[in-house]
């Protein structure tokens, strides 16, 4: 355990050492890692970032989700209303159609009835004549009677 | 192993002296009984011899573990520091970042000035000092026969641990105490420097009680000032002496007999184990002292 040129020895490595890690070890690995922080919290921003983002984007999703089902509601609604309006229009159509038919028939068979009513007068009247003739047993001058039996025929 | 004769007192000298290179004066009495005619640079063959040689002489073994020891620090951190990338790191690289962080952090924590030195010094600190610690935890015996062997000598001294010498500790110890006055003079001036030894702690304000003053803070302050690079130097140097000291004195065991040396293979094992925490904690401390010093030094001394 003797002091002696060594103890100068260990010194000069020593500072050697010292230098050498302060040259080409230290900074290069304090570097990089300081690189590494950045990066990692440059990337930890990025995600925060995206996630805003992602929270945005949804937001506006579900508004135009809401927006579209609101428009849904409000063309459904129309459309319902177009068919009860196409339907309503469709009962007076139909309605009226009936009513005009109903006239048409109607107008027939008073036609109808009428026409059978000029018949039935006429015939009437043709057995009236002839009805009176027999009951007068004599010729009638039938144009002196016409007058009288047509308006015995519109009598009837 | 104690070999067959040589005395347990033999085995823990010849483990406890360093291989010493120096020179032996003119008239000088060898170990075999020759005399020097002049002074020569030799190898120390005997304790005495490498007393004899004063402060002329350097520990081989000392130099050589701790330069070898240092080399390889350098050569894998720079490696790694070379192939560091930004991206995910792997393997050797995530472990001296690891390291390097650690360090970081301690010495930020304690030194907050802007000094690019003080890192790296502590981080070469903490690596080298740990790894030459290390070394204690190589069983006493291998290393020294193996290099006994080669050397053909069966006398070879070889210590390779090598913060047990006082040299190699206190030689960090007063570096670090250099860098601590030359850092001192730098912030403060020579005369700020020689102001805090002499007007510190005690302090009246009033120039006449001052200077009566002057003397007692002056050598109050040299104490403490001298007592720092000791300390530290001397704190290591115990620690891994006195780990060093039982391994040898559990290595005496192995000789002992077949129980006795199983009974110091465990207490081995389980001082190694110890140790682990001894080491770390050793490197550790110098790392933190040499750091506080600097702090120190920068750090100008509130008024009382």
């Known amino acids: 355990m003797n002091i002696n040129l060594t103890l100068i020895g260990q010194s000069i490595t020593f500072i050697i050492f010292i230098l050498f890690c302060m040259k080409y070890v230290w900074p290069m690995l304090l570097n990089v890692m300081q690189e590494r922080e950045k990066k990692i919290a440059d990337g930890l921003d990025a995600a925060e970032m995206a996630d805003k983002d992602l929270e945005l984007a949804k937001q506006k999703a579900t508004q135009q989700l809401r927006e579209a089902k609101e428009q849904a509601a409000a063309l459904i609604e129309q459309a319902n209303k177009r068919a009860g309006q196409i339907i309503d229009e469709a009962k007076d159509q139909a309605r009226a159609e009936g009513e005009r038919l109903k006239a048409a028939a109607q107008a027939e068979i008073e036609q109808n009835a009428n026409r059978a009513k000029e018949e039935l007068r006429g015939k009437v009247a043709a057995l009236a004549l002839v009805g009176a003739e027999k009951v007068l047993q004599a010729s009638i001058d039938k144009k002196a009677h016409n007058e009288l039996l047509d308006k015995l025929a519109a009598d009837l | ?252 065991m192995f000789s002992a007999g077949l129980v006795l040396g199983l009974f110091g293979g465990v207490l081995q094992w389980a001082w190694a184990v110890f140790h682990v925490l001894v080491i770390t904690l050793q490197a550790f401390v110098f790392m933190v002292l040499t750091t506080v010093y600097m702090a120190m030094a920068y750090d100008i001394e509130e008024e009382h």
């Open chain 2, 1 to 252: 192993m104690a070999s067959e004769g040589q005395t347990s007192t033999e085995y823990i000298q010849h483990h406890l002296q360093n291989l010493t290179y120096g020179k032996l004066p003119a008239g000088y009495t060898r170990y075999d009984g020759t005399v020097l005619e002049q002074s020569t640079w030799t190898m120390a063959h005997s304790s005495q011899e490498a007393t004899d040689m004063g402060f002329m002489a350097v520990h081989l073994d000392t130099l050589g573990w701790s330069i070898g020891l240092g080399l390889i620090f350098c050569f894998l951190f720079s490696r790694a520091a070379k192939k560091a990338t930004v991206g995910v790191p792997r393997g050797f690289q995530s472990f001296v970042e690891l390291l390097v962080d650690f360090v970081n952090n301690t010495v930020k924590d304690i030194f907050h000035h802007k000094n690019a030195m003080i890192a790296p010094m502590a981080l070469t600190i903490f690596v080298w000092v740990f790894l030459m610690n290390l070394m204690d935890l190589v069983p006493v015996d291998w290393l020294p026969l193996t290099a006994a062997t080669i050397a053909g000598d069966p006398h070879f001294f070889f210590k390779v641990v090598p913060t047990t010498d006082p040299n190699a500790t206190l030689g960090m110890a007063f570096t670090v105490f250099a860098f601590m006055i030359f850092f001192s003079i730098q912030q403060k001036g020579l005369l700020g420097f020689v102001k805090e030894l002499t007007l510190h702690p005690f302090h009246a304000g009033k120039w006449y009680i001052d200077i009566i003053l002057i003397p007692i803070n002056l050598i109050l302050e040299t104490v403490s000032l001298i007592a720092k690079p000791i300390s530290l130097g001397l704190r290591l140097f115990g620690n891994l002496y006195a780990g060093e000291m039982i391994f040898i004195l559990i290595a005496l």
